[in-house]
């Protein structure tokens, strides 16, 4: 008896082991390499070999670009606040990876393979919240430190009660202001712990304190990731692309992209071709403009099928009329002709009945 016990909770506990690894692998998703980046990024922007940091990609949006401040506004998500970008390419650089600046070549991305709602530090000052995308090399810890908070060129400050509006733009404070708002600020050690993932994100300003000071409502988005490049926005959803990104060992061959400019070549940001939000734009009209003609013609296909079932119907009431018609005055000729024999037959029965007297 006590053997079959052992046995079956031998055989109970691997079942549930298998149960739980089953659940594991299905949460999972598939690993792809940093190619995706140099593939996907290339026709944006430049890829070079800058010193120190191997591949790191030269966006072609314009000198008066800044990341997380040019093109795109806050959300809240289930993982605090998140950057949604009006660019195409926006699902990579703004999650993944870190951002710096060159005086000559300005802003330019390093690659990293773990994704976030946005790799940005925070601040709190009175009548202000502000960010700065994190430096190469530099986690969260690190980003908290006052090590770390010790300068102010490349920070974005906006008016708290503007804060989380799509225009955010609008609202940015003089940045001849930046230094005195800088220096009487607090860092936002908000954080969001990822199970899932293994990871911690910065969440940024609480959101009852954002709803407070602003006498808004804070809706959150629902995420939603995507298995193709491309971000969108729309319906209370959040879709992202959100591949898991391999990290490639020293005796592995490293991804590179297909085309690296060398850094002599590359213009200051003012005399590069820019590849902006008008292009984005001008694309997604062309492309809602198709969709609009599509479904202008969808309905006059629409109307012109019930149009020629309504004609269609009308002919057949109308045959359907003059079958009955016909059938009428048929009937009545046959009537009519059944009378005229009776009152014949009457007729010719009277003349025999008078010549027979």
């Not at 980046?37 to 790191?56: H, R």
């Not at 090399?137 to 920070?155: E, K, P, Q, R, T």
């Not at 009519?336 to 007297?357: I, L, P």
């Given at each position: 008896?006590?053997?079959?016990?052992?046995i079956?909770?031998?055989?109970?506990?691997?079942?549930?082991?298998?149960?739980a690894?089953?659940?594991?692998?299905?949460?999972?998703?598939?690993?792809?390499?940093?190619?995706?980046?140099?593939?996907?990024?290339?026709?944006?922007?430049?890829?070079?070999?800058y010193?120190?940091?191997?591949?790191?990609?030269?966006?072609?949006?314009?000198?008066?670009?800044?990341?997380?401040?040019?093109?795109g506004h806050?959300?809240?998500?289930?993982?605090?606040?998140?950057?949604?970008?009006?660019?195409?390419?926006?699902?990579?650089?703004?999650?993944?990876?870190?951002?710096?600046?060159?005086?000559?070549?300005?802003?330019?991305?390093?690659?990293?393979?773990?994704?976030?709602?946005?790799?940005?530090?925070?601040?709190?000052?009175?009548?202000?919240?502000?960010?700065?995308?994190?430096?190469?090399?530099?986690?969260?810890?690190?980003?908290?430190?006052?090590?770390?908070n010790?300068?102010?060129?490349?920070?974005?400050?906006?008016n708290?009660?503007y804060?989380?509006r799509?225009?955010?733009?609008?609202?940015?404070?003089?940045?001849?202001?930046?230094?005195?708002?800088?220096?009487?600020?607090?860092?936002?050690?908000?954080?969001?712990?990822?199970?899932?993932?293994?990871?911690?994100?910065v969440?940024?300003?609480?959101?009852?304190?954002?709803?407070?000071?602003?006498?808004?409502?804070?809706?959150?988005?629902?995420?939603?990731?995507?298995?193709?490049?491309?971000?969108?926005?729309?319906?209370?959803?959040?879709?992202?692309?959100?591949?898991?990104?391999?990290?490639?060992?020293?005796?592995?061959?490293?991804?590179?992209?297909?085309?690296?400019?060398?850094?002599?070549d590359?213009?200051?940001?003012?005399?590069?071709?820019?590849?902006?939000?008008?292009?984005?734009?001008?694309?997604?009209?062309?492309?809602?403009?198709?969709?609009?003609?599509?479904?202008?013609?969808?309905?006059?296909?629409?109307?012109?099928?019930?149009?020629?079932?309504?004609?269609?119907?009308?002919?057949?009431?109308?045959?359907?009329?003059?079958?009955?018609?016909?059938?009428?005055?048929?009937?009545?000729?046959?009537?009519?002709?059944?009378?005229?024999?009776?009152?014949?037959?009457?007729?010719?029965?009277?003349?025999?009945?008078?010549?027979?007297?």
């Amino acid at each position: 008896m006590k053997t079959k016990t052992i046995i079956l909770v031998i055989l109970l506990a691997l079942i549930m082991s298998s149960c739980a690894f089953t659940r594991q692998a299905s949460i999972q998703q598939p690993y792809i390499s940093q190619q995706v980046f140099y593939d996907q990024l290339s026709p944006y922007g430049q890829w070079v070999d800058y010193q120190n940091y191997g591949y790191a990609w030269i966006p072609d949006a314009g000198p008066d670009f800044v990341p997380y401040s040019s093109g795109g506004h806050w959300i809240m998500t289930e993982y605090g606040w998140t950057w949604a970008s009006d660019y195409d390419w926006g699902w990579a650089p703004f999650h993944y990876g870190r951002w710096d600046y060159d005086n000559y070549y300005g802003w330019l991305w390093i690659p990293d393979n773990e994704w976030g709602p946005a790799w940005v530090t925070w601040r709190r000052a009175e009548g202000y919240y502000g960010w700065a995308p994190m430096g190469p090399g530099v986690n969260i810890s690190m980003s908290f430190g006052n090590a770390y908070n010790n300068y102010n060129n490349h920070w974005i400050f906006v008016n708290d009660r503007y804060f989380g509006r799509n225009d955010i733009y609008r609202y940015y404070a003089n940045q001849n202001d930046y230094d005195r708002i800088f220096r009487n600020s607090n860092v936002i050690n908000n954080t969001y712990v990822d199970n899932r993932y293994q990871t911690t994100y910065v969440s940024g300003p609480d959101r009852a304190e954002v709803q407070r000071v602003t006498g808004r409502r804070v809706n959150s988005y629902t995420f939603q990731e995507n298995n193709i490049p491309g971000q969108d926005l729309r319906n209370g959803q959040y879709r992202t692309f959100r591949p898991q990104i391999m990290k490639t060992n020293d005796n592995e061959q490293r991804p590179s992209p297909s085309r690296v400019t060398n850094l002599q070549d590359v213009k200051r940001p003012s005399e590069r071709n820019s590849y902006n939000l008008q292009n984005d734009n001008r694309r997604r009209a062309q492309q809602q403009n198709a969709v609009n003609r599509q479904n202008a013609g969808n309905q006059q296909n629409a109307v012109n099928r019930q149009n020629a079932g309504n004609q269609q119907n009308a002919v057949n009431r109308q045959n359907a009329v003059n079958r009955r018609n016909n059938a009428d005055r048929q009937d009545a000729v046959d009537q009519q002709n059944v009378r005229n024999n009776e009152r014949a037959v009457q007729r010719q029965n009277a003349k025999k009945t008078r010549k027979s007297e």
